[in-house]
């Protein structure tokens, strides 16, 4: 079990740590209202790929890895909505929620699941609940340091400051990056 648990944080951490970059990005980028929403969609894309991997997992099948490129498309769509979308909206009203992040996440773990499905290929079901409870908990520590992160008044007003440029921009160089390495 205690195998399972450092497996388990080591897989998390390698493959969410750009998710931590986009989370704070995105927390400091939302208001007030929009934060939870942000926490939540985390939490959804993250599980979703963490699902995905289980059923491929079980179900001995293979993720098309010759598409995963398609998945880089969300996040430029997602990057381009956002920056036509900023004018007219004052800082509270940046429409960041659950779907957009939970998509943004899933879009993002192309690693995710190249890392998860091989793992978890070799784990019986105790093993798989372990680490679910593992990824949780990580997601928790994650929304919390990047929620952390994000309001410390230098760098929300560093983010803020340069939001409507660098939130499109990252969501979008995060697209073509995917694309790049799904069809490599």
């Given at each position: 079990?205690?195998?399972?648990?450092?497996?388990?944080?080591?897989?998390?951490?390698?493959?969410?740590v750009d998710d931590i970059?986009?989370?704070?990005?995105?927390?400091?980028?939302?208001?007030?209202?929009?934060?939870?929403?942000v926490m939540a969609g985390?939490?959804?894309?993250?599980?979703?790929?963490?699902?995905?991997?289980?059923?491929?997992?079980?179900?001995?099948?293979?993720?098309?890895?010759?598409?995963?490129?398609?998945?880089?498309?969300?996040?430029?769509?997602?990057?381009?909505?956002?920056?036509?979308?900023?004018?007219?909206?004052?800082?509270?009203?940046?429409?960041?929620?659950?779907?957009?992040?939970?998509?943004?996440?899933?879009?993002?773990?192309?690693?995710?699941?190249?890392?998860?499905?091989?793992?978890?290929?070799g784990y019986d079901v105790?093993?798989?609940?372990?680490?679910?409870?593992?990824?949780?908990?990580?997601?928790?520590?994650?929304?919390?340091?990047?929620?952390?992160?994000?309001?410390?008044?230098?760098?929300?007003?560093?983010?803020?400051?340069?939001?409507?440029?660098?939130?499109?921009?990252?969501?979008?160089?995060?697209?073509?990056?995917?694309?790049?390495?799904?069809?490599?």
């Amino acid at each position: 079990m205690i195998d399972t648990v450092l497996q388990s944080i080591a897989a998390f951490a390698g493959t969410n740590v750009d998710d931590i970059l986009i989370l704070t990005i995105l927390l400091a980028s939302a208001g007030p209202r929009y934060k939870g929403r942000v926490m939540a969609g985390q939490y959804i894309g993250v599980l979703s790929l963490l699902a995905i991997s289980i059923a491929a997992s079980r179900a001995a099948s293979f993720i098309l890895s010759g598409y995963s490129w398609v998945l880089g498309i969300v996040p430029i769509i997602l990057g381009v909505r956002y920056a036509l979308k900023q004018d007219g909206l004052d800082e509270e009203d940046i429409p960041l929620g659950i779907m957009p992040t939970a998509l943004l996440a899933i879009s993002n773990g192309a690693d995710n699941l190249g890392v998860y499905i091989p793992l978890l290929s070799g784990y019986d079901v105790w093993d798989i609940i372990t680490m679910t409870v593992v990824f949780i908990i990580m997601l928790a520590l994650w929304c919390m340091i990047a929620h952390a992160v994000s309001g410390r008044d230098a760098i929300g007003r560093l983010i803020r400051r340069y939001e409507r440029v660098a939130v499109p921009a990252v969501l979008m160089i995060l697209g073509i990056v995917i694309i790049a390495d799904g069809a490599s």
